[in-house]
């Protein structure tokens, strides 16, 4: 069983920057593709980004592409999400979300994901 416990997020202005973090628990963190997702309200959950278990692997939608950068710290158990040039299109609760099959190319569809930190509001203002 994994724990994700999420920080990071809040309020900023349009074209501002946000480090999400997500910190695991568990010995097996390492071996776990991470994504990032997000959902709007009265929107369907979009995929964000994803990163493979050793880091060498990671893909980002066109929608954030250039703005979002995810890594991972498998020392610190924990994953992070960069976002630059922020825009008010971005506001949504981010998770981020662990997947243990340790693929090497993370997938970018939820419903592959086994487990799922609590979620954290990012709201930008214009």
């Known amino acids: 069983q994994v724990q994700l416990v999420q920080s990071g997020g809040g309020l900023v202005q349009a074209g501002g920057s946000l480090r999400l973090s997500c910190a695991a628990s568990g010995r097996t963190f390492s071996s776990y593709a991470m994504g990032w997702f997000r959902q709007a309200p009265g929107k369907e959950r979009e995929f964000v980004a994803a990163?493979?278990?050793?880091?060498?692997?990671?893909y980002s939608p066109r929608s954030v592409k250039g703005r979002v950068t995810i890594s991972r710290d498998n020392a610190k158990n924990t994953v992070y999400l960069q976002m630059n040039s922020l825009k008010p299109e971005d506001t949504a609760v981010y998770y981020c979300?662990?997947?243990?099959?340790?693929?090497?190319?993370?997938?970018?569809?939820?419903?592959?994901?086994?487990?799922w930190g609590q979620g954290t509001q990012v709201t930008v203002s214009s």
């Open positions: 979300a662990a997947e243990r099959s340790g693929t090497y190319y993370p997938p970018d569809n939820g419903d592959d994901y086994d487990y």
């Open positions: 990163i493979s278990w050793s880091g060498g692997s990671t």
